[in-house]
């Protein structure tokens, strides 16, 4: 945690459970991000959203069995769910899942069948952290931020990337 403390600025989120959620801000942006960021975050992801992410509709705070694809089981409605929260009818419940042979229904049993805590948080959709309207933000999950904000991290990386061999040829 030291580690991290010297270059981002944290803010902390407290659950219901009160569990600790520390979202790191680099330190180029967190001026951008306004004084009350916990209440509109809290808002977003709790008052909108009802605790679930907005593009697959997985719950906040809960385990959920899924297979990697994007594929879940919601056991609020006892079915699978694709990666945009629309039910699947070709899977069998995960009982039938697990016991299942090499090959059935186009998976391998067990070893594809994982188990995340879903952990929601506000993401921009343009990602810019200084446009704070409501409909610039969104409830994800961390599978859905990522996959949102991938195409971002690989920009930033170039960029990264190419400052670090910018300064390296300035010091040869």
Not at 12 to 25: A, D, E, Q
Not at 44 to 51: D, L, S, T, V
Not at 61 to 86: A, C, F, K, P, T
């Amino acid at each position: 945690m030291d580690k991290l403390s010297h270059c981002c600025f944290l803010l902390s989120f407290s659950t219901i459970l009160n569990h600790r959620i520390v979202m790191p801000i680099a330190r180029e942006h967190r001026w951008l991000y306004p004084i009350d960021w916990r209440e509109l975050s809290a808002f977003i992801r709790f008052g909108r959203a009802k605790g679930r992410c907005e593009h697959c509709q997985r719950p906040h705070g809960r385990h959920v069995l899924h297979l990697g694809d994007g594929v879940w089981w919601d056991e609020d409605i006892s079915r699978w769910r694709n990666g945009q929260g629309r039910c699947v009818r070709r899977l069998p419940p995960p009982d039938a899942l697990l016991c299942a042979q090499p090959g059935f229904v186009g998976i391998d049993p067990p070893s594809q069948v994982r188990i995340t805590r879903v952990v929601l948080a506000s993401a921009h959709l343009n990602h810019d952290p200084s446009d704070n309207r409501p409909r610039n933000l969104a409830a994800l999950c961390q599978r859905c931020h990522m996959r949102h904000d991938a195409s971002e991290h690989r920009r930033r990386r170039w960029i990264n990337a190419f400052r670090m061999r910018a300064i390296g040829d300035l010091f040869a």
